[in-house]
C-alpha cells in the first residue's frame, strides 16, 4: 500500500477525495483571481463574460503565480485577454479537425498502433489556448457505454498495442471509474501499454492520492504518464512530490508542451522548463506548436521563430531534453515535426 504522505516535503491532504473539494473551491471569477495576485487594476481591461470561455484555476496554481506580475507566465495561460475576442483569419473552432469523432464516438484511431480515448470532458484548469475553448463538454462523458465501446473497439483491433486516454483530463475521473475501465482490458491482452494523458500531477498534485497509486501499482500493463506543463514556474514541492510518487509505482513520465507567446517562446524559458521537468524526473516530449483554434491566435508563434527556438535549445542542452516540434495535421500519420 502507498499512503499519501509517504513523502513528506510538505504537509499532505490525506484522506480520498480531499482533491474534489480543492477542485470545487478554484477560482472562477477574473476579478478575483486578479485580486488575488495583487493586479485588481487590470480588471477594467478584462472580456465580457470571460470571452465566451469560462475561467477555472485551482488555488495551489494561483499560488505559484508571481504576485503583482502582469505578464506573469501562468497567469497567462488562464486569464481571460480582450485579444480572445478579436476574429483572426486563419483560425477556426475546430482547428484539429476531429471534433465529430472526438464527440461521437470517442475513439481516436489515427495512427498506427495506439488508439485515443476520450475518457472525460473535463479539466481541473481551463488553457485559454485549448481548443476546448469551443466544446466545453460539461461534465464526465466516460459512462459504462463508452468503456464498453472502447473495449469492443480495442478487442477488434488487434495490431492496437496501446491505450490512451486523454480528455479533457482522464484522471478528472473518480479512480473507481478507471478501475473499471483496466478491469475490462484482463480480457485484451493485446493491449500492452497504457498511457495517460493528464495536467493534474501539475495543477492540482492532490489528486495523486493513495487510491490512484495503488490502481496504477496494481496495472499489469506498462503505464506512460504525459504531463502537460508550459513553464518551470508550474513546478513546487507539492508538484515533485507527485511526481516521485508516480515513479515509484512504476510510471513512466513525459511531458508535452504547447509554445505560446508570452509564456515560454524564449530559449531561456525553454530551458529552464527543461531543466523543472528532469528535476521532477520527467522528460521533454513534444512541444507543440499552437492549435490554430479563435481566441488563441495572440498565443502564437511562427514557425521559424519556433524553429530558431528549439536551435538554440539545442546548443544548450542534452538531447534528451530537447523535446520535439511538432504540429498535428489533420489527415496526417503521425505528428508532423517541424
Ligand atoms: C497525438 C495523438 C496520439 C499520440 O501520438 P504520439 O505521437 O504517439 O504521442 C495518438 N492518437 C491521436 C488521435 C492523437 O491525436
Ligand atoms: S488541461 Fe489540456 S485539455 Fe484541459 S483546458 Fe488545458 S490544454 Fe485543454
Not at 495523486?208 to 499489469?220: F, G, R, S
Not at 483554434?293 to 536551435?311: C, K, N, S
Amino acid at each position: 500500500m502507498i499512503t499519501a504522505s509517504e513523502d513528506n516535503a510538505q504537509p499532505v491532504a490525506g484522506a480520498t477525495g480531499d482533491w474534489r473539494q480543492l477542485w470545487r473551491e478554484s477560482v472562477t471569477d477574473a476579478r478575483q483571481l486578479l485580486a488575488l495576485v495583487g493586479l485588481s487594476h487590470l480588471a477594467e481591461r478584462l472580456p465580457e463574460n470571460d470571452a465566451g470561455f469560462a475561467l477555472r484555476v485551482p488555488r495551489g496554481f494561483v499560488a505559484r503565480m508571481r504576485h503583482g506580475d502582469a505578464n506573469d507566465p501562468l497567469l497567462a495561460q488562464v486569464l481571460p485577454q480582450l485579444a480572445e475576442t478579436e476574429i483572426a483569419p486563419g483560425f477556426s473552432v475546430d482547428a484539429v479537425g476531429d471534433m465529430d469523432a472526438r464527440s461521437a464516438h470517442g475513439v481516436l484511431h489515427k495512427y498506427h498502433g495506439r488508439a485515443l480515448l476520450i475518457a472525460s470532458g473535463s479539466c481541473a484548469i481551463n488553457c485559454r489556448y485549448c481548443f476546448r475553448r469551443h466544446f466545453p463538454y460539461g461534465e464526465e462523458i466516460a459512462a459504462a457505454a463508452r468503456w464498453r465501446e472502447a473495449l469492443d473497439y480495442a478487442r477488434q483491433h488487434p495490431e492496437v498495442s496501446e491505450l490512451i486516454l486523454s480528455g479533457g483530463d482522464p484522471l478528472s475521473l473518480a479512480t473507481h471509474k478507471l478501475r473499471e475501465l483496466t478491469d475490462g482490458l484482463a480480457e485484451v491482452p493485446h493491449i500492452t501499454r497504457l498511457r495517460i494523458h493528464t495536467r493534474l500531477p501539475v495543477v492540482l498534485p492532490e489528486r495523486i492520492e493513495a487510491d490512484l497509486l495503488n490502481w496504477l501499482q496494481a496495472l499489469p500493463q506498462q503505464v506512460v504518464v504525459v504531463l502537460h506543463a508550459n513553464h518551470a514556474n508550474e513546478f513546487d514541492a507539492r508538484v515533485r512530490q507527485a511526481c516521485a510518487q508516480l515513479r515509484e509505482v512504476g510510471c513512466h513520465l513525459l511531458n508535452q508542451s504547447v509554445l505560446l507567446r508570452g509564456v515560454n517562446d524564449s530559449v531561456q524559458a525553454l530551458e529552464a522548463l527543461s531543466e523543472a521537468l528532469f528535476a521532477a524526473g520527467v522528460l521533454p516530449y513534444y512541444v507543440h506548436q499552437l492549435d490554430r483554434v479563435q481566441g488563441a491566435a495572440h498565443f502564437e508563434v511562427d514557425d521559424a521563430r519556433a524553429l530558431t527556438l528549439i536551435d538554440g535549445l539545442r546548443q544548450r542542452l542534452p538531447g534528451y531534453l530537447v523535446p520535439r516540434l511538432v504540429r498535428e495535421v489533420a489527415g496526417d500519420a503521425s505528428k508532423r515535426p517541424l
